[in-house]
């Protein structure tokens, strides 16, 4: 069965930087657009950041444009979000995301409708 699995998160102080992975397996991940996700504790989940099945296209939320980075690595069936600069209100549950169609990625501003999902990984930042 298709699994995500995230990593990486933890605690950073503000303006240090975190890297995220997730580790996707059973689905053919270089046809998979890949996103990035966040949930604060009390908030709706919000998009963070979205990158094309081939890694061309990328696209990121106003709020991380020019701190964040996403990547992916297809050989490995990795996906990647470099955090720096980060702020409190970065602090959430960070999740990754897959769907066949990097469209319904850029279109969710809250995930609804992604065919998978992985479990989150915590990051904190202090101030």
């Known amino acids: 069965q298709v699994q995500l699995v995230e990593s990486g998160g933890g605690l950073v102080q503000a303006g240090g930087s975190l890297r995220l992975s997730c580790a996707a397996s059973g689905l053919t991940f270089s046809s998979y657009a890949m996103g990035w996700f966040r949930q604060a504790p009390g908030k709706e989940r919000e998009f963070v950041a979205a990158i094309s099945p081939s890694g061309g296209n990328t696209l990121y939320a106003d709020s991380v444009k020019g701190r964040f980075t996403i990547s992916r690595d297809n050989a490995k069936n990795m996906l990647y979000l470099q955090m720096s600069s980060l702020v409190p209100e970065a602090a959430a549950v960070y999740y990754c995301?897959?769907?066949?169609?990097?469209?319904?990625?850029?279109?969710?501003?809250?995930?609804?409708?992604?065919?998978?999902w992985g479990k989150g990984t915590l990051v904190t930042v202090s101030s």
């Open positions: 995301g897959a769907d066949p169609a990097y469209r319904t990625l850029v279109l969710s501003s809250h995930g609804n409708g992604l065919d998978y």
